[in-house]
């Protein structure tokens, strides 16, 4: 098998995958009685980045740390740059104040981390511990606090993202099926596209960090690029921008964390002295058009995908 039809076969995994398991497993929470808010504030944040989480183990374990971090941090910048500035060219996002003011400081406080850990040069299994108990312990934080007040805006935003899932109701027994599949069809994907992503890189002297941040890294994104188009063409701007704010702090905390627990991650120097900052920068940015008028622009829109366009651009120049 070539390496592009594995590229081609993982990523078609990794999406047909990744959209499976987050829709049987929201079935399934719904079956149990897991309220909408809790779905969308856990379960879809999580679900749509098992494509990421299954990769960049898989990538780790396979002794590439330039695809395992690179997918990380590749995602994180195409959240923000592409998916929302797809997203706002569409349809203008308004932005729900409650969720930003708090989810948004936490994304930059973990892209902070982030940068410290990747200037540190190596993410141990203790970061991991760290990163993972942080994770948590920013979900059971925002549990409390929107359990207490359901009609903010934050809390509405998360019954809206559980109401994003795409699909026909499923009985239990399929949305269990649908959902092992999915798990199933992600880790195939993942390990087809890690295999096909080191080949091409090793066929056309690019490296593995450059195919990290840009194929894999728009592969496994798809599933948050599906749930922000199909908000905003229901006109819920706020669920595009909420979950790309809980995806990146899910990407950062429980991403980096769990791979890190499962395989040590050397980070590559090129993206300690360029991608992570290119990362930081666009976060700082989405705060500040979210913050003016409350709304992300088409305007403000055209300039996140001007600039991914101009850092697609220069990685593959290198």
């Known amino acids: 098998m070539t390496a592009g039809i594995m590229i081609a076969i993982g990523l078609t995994g990794l999406f047909v995958g990744g959209e499976m398991l987050v829709r049987g497993a ?12 809790v779905i969308g504030l856990t379960l879809v944040g999580f679900g749509t980045s098992t494509p990421e989480l299954v990769t960049s183990v898989q990538a ?44 948004g400081s936490v994304m930059i406080a973990a892209t902070l981390a982030l940068l410290g850990v990747v200037l540190f040069g190596e993410i141990t299994r203790w970061i991991g511990v760290g990163f993972v108990t942080a994770l948590a312990a920013y979900l059971f934080v925002v549990f409390r606090s929107v359990s207490k007040t359901k009609e903010t805006s934050d809390a509405v935003v998360y019954e809206k993202e559980a109401a994003a899932i795409p699909g026909p109701d499923l009985g239990l027994s399929a949305a269990i099926g649908v959902a092992v599949v999915g798990l199933i069809a ?8 890690v295999d096909g992503a080191i080949s091409v890189a090793e066929f056309a002297g690019i490296s593995e960090t450059v195919i990290g941040l840009t194929v894999v890294a728009i592969g496994t994104s798809m599933p948050e690029l599906v749930t922000a188009v199909i908000a905003v063409r229901k006109g819920q701007g706020d669920v595009a921008i909420g979950n790309v704010i809980g995806s990146n702090l899910f990407n950062v905390m429980g991403i980096v964390g769990v791979t890190a627990l499962i395989h040590p991650v ?3 120097v090129e993206i300690a002295t360029f991608d992570i900052w290119v990362l930081l920068g666009a976060s700082v940015l989405l705060i500040g058009f979210a913050r003016t008028g409350w709304t992300i622009s088409r305007l403000e829109g055209g300039a996140f995908l001007v600039a991914y366009l101009g850092y697609f651009g220069f990685l593959l120049m290198q």
């Not at 929201?26 to 808010?37: E, S």
């Open 266 to 268: 050397t980070v590559p």
């Open 60 to 103: 780790a374990l396979s002794g590439s740390a330039g695809i395992a971090i690179g997918n990380v941090v590749g995602s994180n910048i195409g959240n923000i740059l592409l998916i929302l500035g797809v997203s706002a060219m569409l349809l203008p996002l308004a932005v729900a104040r409650d969720a930003l003011r708090r989810d």
């Open 186 to 193: 992600t880790i195939i994907g993942a390990r087809l596209l």
């Open 26 to 37: 929201v079935t399934i929470a719904k079956a149990y009685g897991l309220p909408p808010m």
